[in-house]
C-alpha cells in the first residue's frame, strides 16, 4: 500500500526468514568479525582476478542463506541484488551459477535496501513465496575501478573510506504468522539529490543530504516520531557524511536521539584500523544489517530499526566528463515479529 508520497506499508509483514553474510581479511579483524559466516584471509579467495573473488563472496553468501532457512535454490522465485562494478558482473556471474529467475539492480551503495523493499513489496503482493535478496562489494575490485589500483600504493585524503570486501543477502517469505523473526513493515523510496560535489574521495559529504531527505520523507509519509524507532543507522555516510545528515536533520526541524543514530560504516571496524573516515562498499549496509543487526535484533537489543542505504550514483565516465554526484537513499524500517 502505498503511503504517502514516496512509501510503502507492507501490511502482510514479509519475514527475513534467513540471512547469508561473508567478507574479507580486513573484516575478519574488524570489530564484527563474529557476525559473518564466512571470512576469507586473502582477497583473491582462491581465484585470478578480484572480480572473480568478488562473485565467490556472493556465491557464498547466498548458499549459506539457503542452507540455514533448509530449502533448495529451486524453491527461490527471484533472486534480487547488485553491486557496484561496471554492469553489475560479478552479481550477473554468480546469478548464472545459481539459476534463480534474477533481477540485477543497481543503487551503488543503495543497492541493500533497494533489493530488501522490492523484495518485500513482491512478497507483501503475493508475488512469490521466496525471494533472496543482497548486495556486496570488493575492496580491490572497486579501488581499482572507481579510484587507484591499490598496487599504485596511492595516499587517500582523511575523508576518503574503505570499501567493505563482503556479501549480505537475505531470505524473504510470505509471513504465517508463527516465526519469532524479523519482518519488513514499510519501505520509503528515495529521490536523487544532487549538491554539485565532485571528489570521489568525499562519498560521505555528497550522500548526506540525499540521507536527510529521505529520512524526512519517511518520517513524513509514515507520520511517526523518530522515538518510534530503537535504532536509524545509515548505510555507509562514515565520519564525515553521519555527522553531516545528523546536522541536516537537526536544522530541519526533526529531533533525533544522538545515541540511536548510528552507521554501519562506523560500525563495522575497529578504531585502530586504517579506515580514515569509515567503511562504505554496497556490501557494507549488507554485512552489517544481514549479519549484526538482525543477530542483535533476535538477542532483544532493538525491537524496530530504520535502515536507510545511502548511494553515490557516479561512474568513471560521469567523473571523466566533470559530472557532479548525484546520490539516492532508501529506508527500510524492520521490526521483530513477536
Known amino acids: ?31 564484527l568479525a563474529e557476525d559473518f559466516d564466512i571470512l576469507h584471509d586473502d582477497l583473491w579467495m582462491g581465484q585470478d582476478s578480484y572480480e572473480k573473488a568478488h562473485r565467490v563472496l556472493i556465491e557464498e553468501a547466498c548458499q549459506s542463506a539457503l542452507k540455514k532457512e533448509n530449502i533448495l535454490k ?10 557496484l562494478i561496471n554492469q553489475i558482473t560479478p552479481t550477473s556471474l554468480s546469478a548464472r551459477t545459481n539459476q534463480i529467475p534474477y533481477f540485477g539492480i543497481f543503487g551503488a551503495c543503495s543497492t ?3 533489493g530488501l523493499a522490492l523484495s518485500s513489496f513482491i512478497i507483501n503482493n503475493k508475488g512469490a513465496k521466496y525471494i533472496l535478496t543482497g548486495a556486496s562489494s570488493h575492496y580491490a575490485s572497486v579501488e581499482k ?17 574503505w570499501t567493505i570486501t563482503g556479501a549480505g543477502v537475505a531470505i524473504i517469505k510470505e509471513n504465517s504468522g508463527s516465526q ?12 536523487v539529490v544532487d549538491m554539485g560535489l565532485t571528489d ?5 559529504g555528497a550522500m548526506a543530504p540525499a540521507a536527510a531527505d529521505t529520512i524526512t520523507a519517511h518520517f513524513k509519509d509514515m507520520q511517526v516520531d523518530p522515538s518510534y524507532y530503537d535504532l536509524i543507522v545509515t ?7 553521519h555527522s553531516t545528515t545528523y546536522e541536516l536533520l537537526t536544522n530541519a526541524g526533526l529531533r533525533i536521539d544522538k545515541g540511536k543514530f548510528q552507521d554501519c560504516g562506523l560500525m563495522i571496524f575497529k578504531e585502530d584500523q586504517p579506515v580514515n573516515a569509515g567503511g562504505s562498499g554496497a556490501g557494507c549496509s549488507s554485512t ?17 530499526i530504520l535502515v536507510v542505504a545511502t548511494g553515490a550514483l557516479l561512474s568513471p565516465l560521469t567523473f571523466q566528463q566533470n559530472e557532479t554526484i548525484p546520490c539516492i537513499a532508501h529506508a527500510v524500517s524492520i521490526e521483530m515479529n513477536n
Do not use: C
Open 1 to 31: 500500500m502505498l503511503k504517502g508520497k514516496q512509501s510503502w506499508v507492507f501490511q502482510n509483514r514479509p519475514v527475513i526468514a534467513a540471512t547469508g553474510v561473508s567478507g574479507g581479511p580486513f573484516e575478519a579483524n574488524g570489530r
Open 74 to 83: 529451486e524453491d527461490i522465485h527471484f533472486f534480487i541484488a547488485g553491486d
Open 112 to 114: 541493500s535496501m533497494e
Open 145 to 161: 575501478q572507481f579510484r587507484y589500483p591499490t598496487e599504485y600504493g596511492g595516499q587517500k585524503p582523511p575523508t576518503a573510506q
Open 180 to 191: 519469532n523473526l524479523p519482518v519488513t513493515t514499510s519501505a520509503t523510496i528515495g529521490k
Open 200 to 204: 570521489p574521495f568525499n562519498m560521505g
Open 235 to 241: 548505510g555507509d555516510l562514515g565520519k564525515i557524511g
Open 288 to 304: 552489517v544489517l544481514y549479519g549484526h543487526l538482525l543477530n542483535q535484533m533476535k538477542q532483544g537489543a532493538y525491537k524496530r
